[in-house]
Nanobody
């Protein structure tokens, strides 16, 4: 079992920055993918980024490329999401997720249904 706890959300003005953290309890095995999703009111949960726990290879949705950076600290069992140049349309609850893959260093799933474990979410609000 893996439990995920997000933190770091808050209220920020457009153009500002926030760093989200996701701490995992329980063992994250090689080949796992750690993803970030977001859900705005009345909208479906949206993929943001994912990072392979072993290789560190990451994939981003086009709307955040160049602004968001995902990183990991294996020793701390923690994944980070650095969000710069924030826009009002980034406002959402952000969720961390862990997906057990096949062990591949290229495992980078983008569908929410692929992930096995989810955090409780952290609110990010960007004011204009």
């Amino acid at each position: 079992q893996v439990q995920l706890v997000e933190s770091g959300g808050g209220l920020v003005q457009a153009g500002g920055s926030l760093r989200l953290s996701c701490v995992a309890s329980g063992r994250i095995f090689s080949g796992y993918a750690m993803g970030w999703f977001r859900q705005a009111p009345g909208m479906e949960r949206e993929f943001v980024t994912t990072i392979n726990w072993s290789s560190g290879i990451a994939y981003y949705v086009d709307s955040v490329k160049g602004r968001f950076t995902v990183s990991k600290d294996n020793a701390k069992n923690t994944v980070y999401l650095q969000m710069n140049s924030l826009k009002p349309e980034d406002t959402a609850v952000y969720y961390c997720a862990a997906g057990a893959g096949s062990g591949s260093n290229l495992y980078l799933p983008r569908r929410a249904s692929t992930y096995n474990y989810w955090g409780q979410g952290t609110q990010v609000t960007v004011s204009s």
